[in-house]
């Protein structure tokens, strides 16, 4: 059986030599079709990979209390008017983390007080474009941020308005270039001095904005050194065994209403975000993606398995006498459908072959260049090699059983 094989496949090489522009030309079109549809899904894996990664890092079993439901926002609110919701305000957050007693749970408040600082150590500084928050002692775990270098906040640094902060991992590569170990070292931020206590472990960009570019300060000294009016926080609560998940935010919208002093028959004023519920809408819109690219991979594909079967039948024909030869000489109709099937295969494969190649660098380029974090795709991988194993055998079956049913004395009469 396997010696048969052999036979064929070094028959099918053989012949793709005697026809190798018509065949080059054949597994060309069988890897346009390929490379359209491994490169898209590549670019939707990598898509995939970056969103799980980047929203992962918040914790499975995280959730904020936000001004508006960022998941509402990302489906247009369904088209209707979105409700203009008051901010959280410094009260109504402190306010939340000393009623909401919810067991097993923490607490971090926290917000954004400039994206355009400029951050300086000795005669060095960075260029103004510095994120700088004001967090408390749980936000570090409670986003899933960790510590590379040195420690995080203590509830002490956080009571006390401590000056200490840490720094993202790009800080090391850029105002501490040639410094042995940043930490204890003394920044200045808006004429401010800080001890640095903490260097985070990488984290890479986010759609373009660096994650790895941030300064954490302590939440009442930012308070006092960013002082403008309608600061809008964010409150996160981490639940230590996910079973709890839900009755955990139950009861922190109940708490919050109270905070709001809402009635009964008063919808929410403000929006709670689950990191499981964000990530499994993200990845749904994803999954047009993924149609588009099949629906293109096959339109390609069919006008390629045309080719494919195009290519076979003219061989047919021309080895007809070839065909009438071996069956003059003992070969039955399956060991001629089997060649010729075969041959389909190895020019399907080949063509697939160069196509998941290159598709797989194009995504790679494509996902390079919108930082996106690469991942091999697997699944489109597989999609190729089924695609194009199916594509042969339904462009090769015809041709085979057309060659197989060759009358042998007509086809050694044949010029």
Known sequence: MFKLLRENIRIAMGSIRTQLLRTVLTIFI????????????????????????DFASMGSNTFNMEQYNISDQIDGNNGKKQKVN?????PQAKAFK?????PYTQTS?????????????????????????????????????????????????????????????????????????????????????????????????TFGNSQDLRVFIPIQVARSMYSQPNINYTVSVMVTYKEMLDRAVDNAVLTMRNIRKLTPTQTDNF????????????????GYLNIAAWVIGIITIFGSSIALMNIMLVSVTERTREIGV????????????????????????????????????SGYGVASLLNFSFAIPWGAMLAAVATTFVVAIVSGLYPAVKASRLDPIEALRYE
């Open 30 to 53: 069988i890897g346009i079709g390929i490379w359209a549809l491994v490169g898209i899904l590549t670019v939707v894996s990598a898509l995939e990979h970056t969103i799980t990664s």
């Open 86 to 90: 008051p901010i959280i305000s410094y």
């Open 98 to 102: 000393e009623k909401y007693t919810y």
């Open 109 to 205: 408040v926290s917000f954004q007080a400039v994206t355009s600082a400029e951050v300086k150590y000795e005669s060095k500084k960075t260029d103004p474009d510095i994120a700088v928050f004001g967090v408390d002692e749980n936000y570090m775990p409670n986003t899933g941020n960790e510590i590379s270098k040195g420690r995080n906040f203590s509830a002490s640094d956080i009571r006390n308005n401590t000056y200490v902060c840490i720094l993202g991992s790009d800080f090391e590569k850029g105002l501490f270039e040639g410094v042995e170990n940043p930490i204890d070292k003394v920044i200045s931020i808006r004429g401010s001095r800080f001890r640095v206590i903490g260097i985070l472990k990488e984290k890479g960009s």
């Open 271 to 286: 929006g709670v975000s689950r990191s499981d519920d964000l990530i499994n809408r993200i990845l749904s819109i994803t």
């Open 326 to 361: 071996r069956k003059a000489l003992g070969a039955n109709r399956s060991t001629i459908a089997i060649q010729f099937f075969v041959e389909t295969l190895v020019i399907g494969q080949l063509g697939g072959l160069i196509g998941m190649i290159i598709g797989i660098l």
